[in-house]
């Protein structure tokens, strides 16, 4: 099975963790909305959120610039996200989550942050749930994402929820997360 269909699995088998019903699109919406994201995430049958999960896949080559190849190549994983989500979700009308499955060594929540906002982090990200504030211009104008979901290569997970987005607050009460535990970058 394609390491990315792997990623899928483990994200959906995730998202029930979490109580939720991670369904996929079906042949007819697929041809519908061209690219979609892989899931449409209900609970209990109401649509809560679109999900797509991209790999982080290893880099081959260990070089001076490997690290800014990584947030590179975490960037470009966003910028052909937002194409998926404004497939299905053009309006906005629910939020969008966007899974990244890390199976880079060396990449950390913080090489997410640092992809986003261009910025190097000084010291590593300790909390698994962070509030943070992500510009809209920070996707290309491709329209944000207002979750992300980082999983480590231990298979461990963090979230880095956008503060400014719409949809915080429904995101916290969905995901059963305390408000006191989130922490600002």
Not at 35 to 60: A, G, H, R, W
Not at 78 to 95: D, K, L, T
Request: a negative charge; glycine letters at 4%.
């Amino acid at each position: 099975m394609p390491q990315s269909l792997l990623d899928e699995k483990f994200v959906a088998d995730l998202l029930i963790a979490y109580g939720l019903q991670p369904v996929r699109f079906s042949t007819d919406e697929m041809i519908l909305y061209g690219k979609t994201p892989d899931f449409k995430v209900l609970s209990p049958n109401n649509l809560q959120f679109y999900c797509e999960v991209k790999s982080i896949m290893e880099d081959e080559v260990y070089d001076n610039d490997h690290v800014v190849k990584v947030h590179r190549r975490i960037f470009h994983k966003i910028q052909e996200a937002s194409a998926q989500f404004r497939s299905v979700n053009f309006q906005s009308a629910v939020p969008n989550v966007l899974a990244l499955v890390n199976h880079e060594p060396f990449a950390t929540l913080g090489d997410l942050v640092w992809a986003l906002e261009d910025i190097q982090p000084l010291n590593p990200l300790p909390n698994p749930i962070y509030g943070h504030h992500l510009a809209n211009r920070l996707l290309g104008g491709h329209g944000p994402v207002d979750l992300f979901i980082w999983v480590n290569r231990d298979s461990t997970h963090q979230l880095l929820l956008a503060a400014d987005s719409p949809y915080y607050s429904c995101l916290v009460g969905l995901l059963g997360l305390n408000q006191d535990k989130i922490e600002a970058l």
